[in-house]
């Protein structure tokens, strides 16, 4: 592929770049209440400047930016030091399964609340027995006038004590089994029949939260594609969570630069400095694996198993890059809170959106033509 950047996106860039040193807010941790309330503030702000999802058609609050564009706003993005996403689970997941699966009513109805931060998205998908293995859910729809009734547990579902509304599958067909007879809703987190009990994290912040469904209805508007074809549109939503939208590069660009930054400032250990030479190459080699992403993606291909690779890949990536930082800073890591933090959440990387057993089963089965491993 051609690495110049073209006129229009470098433009493109600076434009980014110039609006972020204005606008970027410093904000509390959105698993608080007020902290929730104020990253929904900054999502509409960078609607306003139809920043918020650039790579999406303008009738949709985007700006039809091509992907290339997009992981370069990401990489503007993280270099400024901009808020968290708090809409991420929609904007990077439902959004492109809307896109690819959803009706145009129903892209024309929930994409520009959720471009704007007016309705925030939480993913319902892990239950206490259905983690890993998904397809093991127990949770169930049952067919009534105009809709359905859902019922059951989901567990795990970041940022839901604070959503507004959250997606996921229910098993549809009782007689069907594991991956057949699933059905992917949307529903509401207020709706009569919901409650959300939020998890403390480690820290006392509810990060979590369970949500239990009581003959919740849901109009069939609110079913994306068929019923019983939940597991293919499933697979959407977790390439993009493994892929491409979820962590893009920028993410760990920015942060091998804050630490090649430590490592000078603190005495160049000669003993930290390859592994700080590993993680800027790594961010760079996730950089380039990205580029030929897109530009398969832009050439007609689809995100497939090969996002297990990238998912593997970038986990491993950061938790690499925040040990090395925190064996540089030594006894005086305690202090800095901003890399504790990034630390103590670059452990769950090699968990949610698939462990990375689970990623390495997918990469020998459908990658590699592996035998498939035996099911209890
Ligand atoms: C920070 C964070 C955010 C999350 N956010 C969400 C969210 O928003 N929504 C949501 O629905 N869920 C969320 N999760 C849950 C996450 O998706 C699950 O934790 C994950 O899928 C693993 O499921 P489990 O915890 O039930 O572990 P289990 O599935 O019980 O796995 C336990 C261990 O067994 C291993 N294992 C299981 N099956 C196999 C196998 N077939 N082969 C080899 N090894 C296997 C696993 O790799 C793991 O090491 C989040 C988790 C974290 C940590």
Same mark, same amino acid.
């Given at each position: 592929? !051609?690495?110049?950047? #073209?006129?229009?996106?470098?433009?493109?860039?600076?434009?980014?770049?110039?609006?972020?040193?204005?606008?970027?807010?410093?904000?509390?941790?959105?698993?608080?209440?007020?902290?929730?309330?104020?990253?929904?503030?900054?999502?509409?702000?960078?609607? =306003?400047?139809?920043?918020?999802?650039?790579?999406?058609?303008?009738?949709?609050?985007?700006?039809?930016?091509?992907?290339?564009?997009?992981?370069?706003?990401?990489?503007?993005?993280?270099?400024?030091?901009?808020?968290?996403?708090?809409?991420?689970?929609?904007?990077?997941?439902?959004?492109?399964?809307?896109?690819?699966?959803?009706?145009?009513?129903?892209?024309?109805?929930?994409?520009?609340?959720?471009?704007?931060?007016?309705?925030?998205?939480?993913?319902?998908?892990?239950?206490?027995?259905?983690?890993?293995?998904?397809?093991?859910?127990?949770?169930?729809?049952?067919?009534?006038?105009?809709?359905?009734?859902?019922?059951?547990?989901?567990?795990?579902?970041?940022?839901?004590?604070?959503? !507004?509304?959250?997606?996921?599958?229910?098993?549809?067909?009782?007689?069907?089994?594991?991956?057949?007879?699933?059905?992917?809703?949307?529903?509401?987190?207020?709706?009569?029949?919901?409650?959300?009990?939020?998890?403390?994290?480690?820290?006392?912040?509810?990060?979590?939260?369970?949500?239990?469904?009581?003959?919740?209805?849901?109009?069939?508007?609110? *079913?994306?594609?068929?019923?019983?074809?939940?597991?293919?549109?499933?697979?959407?939503?977790?390439?993009?969570?493994?892929?491409?939208?979820?962590?893009?590069? /920028?993410?760990?660009?920015?942060?091998? #630069?804050?630490? *090649?930054?430590?490592?000078?400032?603190?005495?160049?250990?000669?003993?930290?400095? =390859?592994?700080?030479?590993?993680?800027?190459?790594?961010?760079?080699?996730?950089?380039?694996?990205?580029? /030929?992403?897109?530009?398969?993606?832009?050439?007609?291909?689809?995100?497939?198993?090969?996002?297990?690779?990238?998912?593997?890949?970038?986990?491993?990536?950061?938790?690499?890059?925040?040990?090395?930082?925190? =064996?540089?800073?030594?006894? =005086?890591?305690?202090?800095?809170?901003?890399?504790?933090?990034?630390?103590?959440?670059?452990?769950?990387?090699?968990?949610?959106?698939?462990?990375?057993?689970?990623?390495?089963?997918?990469?020998?089965?459908?990658?590699?033509?592996?035998?498939?491993?035996?099911?209890?």
């Amino acid at each position: 592929m !051609d690495l110049d950047i #073209d006129a229009e996106s470098a433009a493109f860039r600076d434009e980014v770049r110039e609006w972020l040193a204005t606008h970027v807010p410093t904000l509390p941790s959105m698993d608080t209440a007020e902290g929730f309330a104020a990253h929904r503030k900054w999502e509409a702000t960078l609607a =306003d400047a139809r920043l918020s999802v650039v790579s999406w058609p303008r009738e949709y609050g985007g700006r039809d930016a091509s992907l290339l564009q997009w992981v370069l706003f990401e990489e503007e993005y993280y270099a400024a030091g901009a808020p968290g996403r708090v809409s991420q689970n929609g904007i990077f997941m439902l959004g492109p399964t809307l896109f690819a699966h959803g009706t145009a009513e129903q892209r024309a109805r929930i994409l520009p609340a959720m471009a704007r931060g007016e309705q925030v998205w939480a993913q319902a998908w892990s239950e206490p027995e259905a983690g890993s293995d998904i397809a093991a859910l127990r949770s169930s729809a049952v067919r009534t006038e105009g809709g359905w009734l859902l019922s059951g547990q989901k567990t795990w579902s970041s940022r839901a004590a604070f959503a !507004d509304r959250a997606f996921g599958l229910f098993r549809t067909d009782p007689a069907e089994q594991r991956h057949r007879g699933l059905t992917y809703f949307m529903f509401d987190l207020r709706a009569e029949g919901v409650t959300v009990r939020p998890i403390p994290q480690l820290d006392g912040e509810p990060g979590f939260a369970e949500i239990f469904l009581d003959n919740v209805f849901v109009p069939d508007a609110d *079913v994306i594609g068929e019923p019983g074809q939940g597991w293919r549109v499933a697979m959407t939503t977790a390439n993009n969570e493994r892929g491409l939208s979820l962590r893009s590069p /920028g993410r760990f660009l920015s942060a091998a #630069d804050r630490l *090649v930054d430590l490592w000078r400032t603190q005495g160049q250990a000669a003993a930290a400095r =390859d592994r700080v030479a590993d993680a800027w190459i790594g961010a760079r080699a996730y950089q380039l694996y990205t580029f /030929g992403t897109v530009s398969r993606l832009a050439e007609g291909g689809e995100l497939g198993p090969e996002s297990s690779v990238n998912k593997l890949f970038w986990s491993h990536l950061d938790v690499g890059l925040h040990e090395t930082a925190l =064996d540089i800073l030594g006894p =005086d890591a305690e202090t800095d809170q901003a890399w504790v933090d990034g630390y103590l959440f670059s452990l769950a990387g090699p968990i949610y959106g698939g462990t990375d057993q689970i990623q390495r089963n997918t990469i020998a089965e459908r990658l590699l033509g592996l035998p498939r491993e035996a099911r209890r």
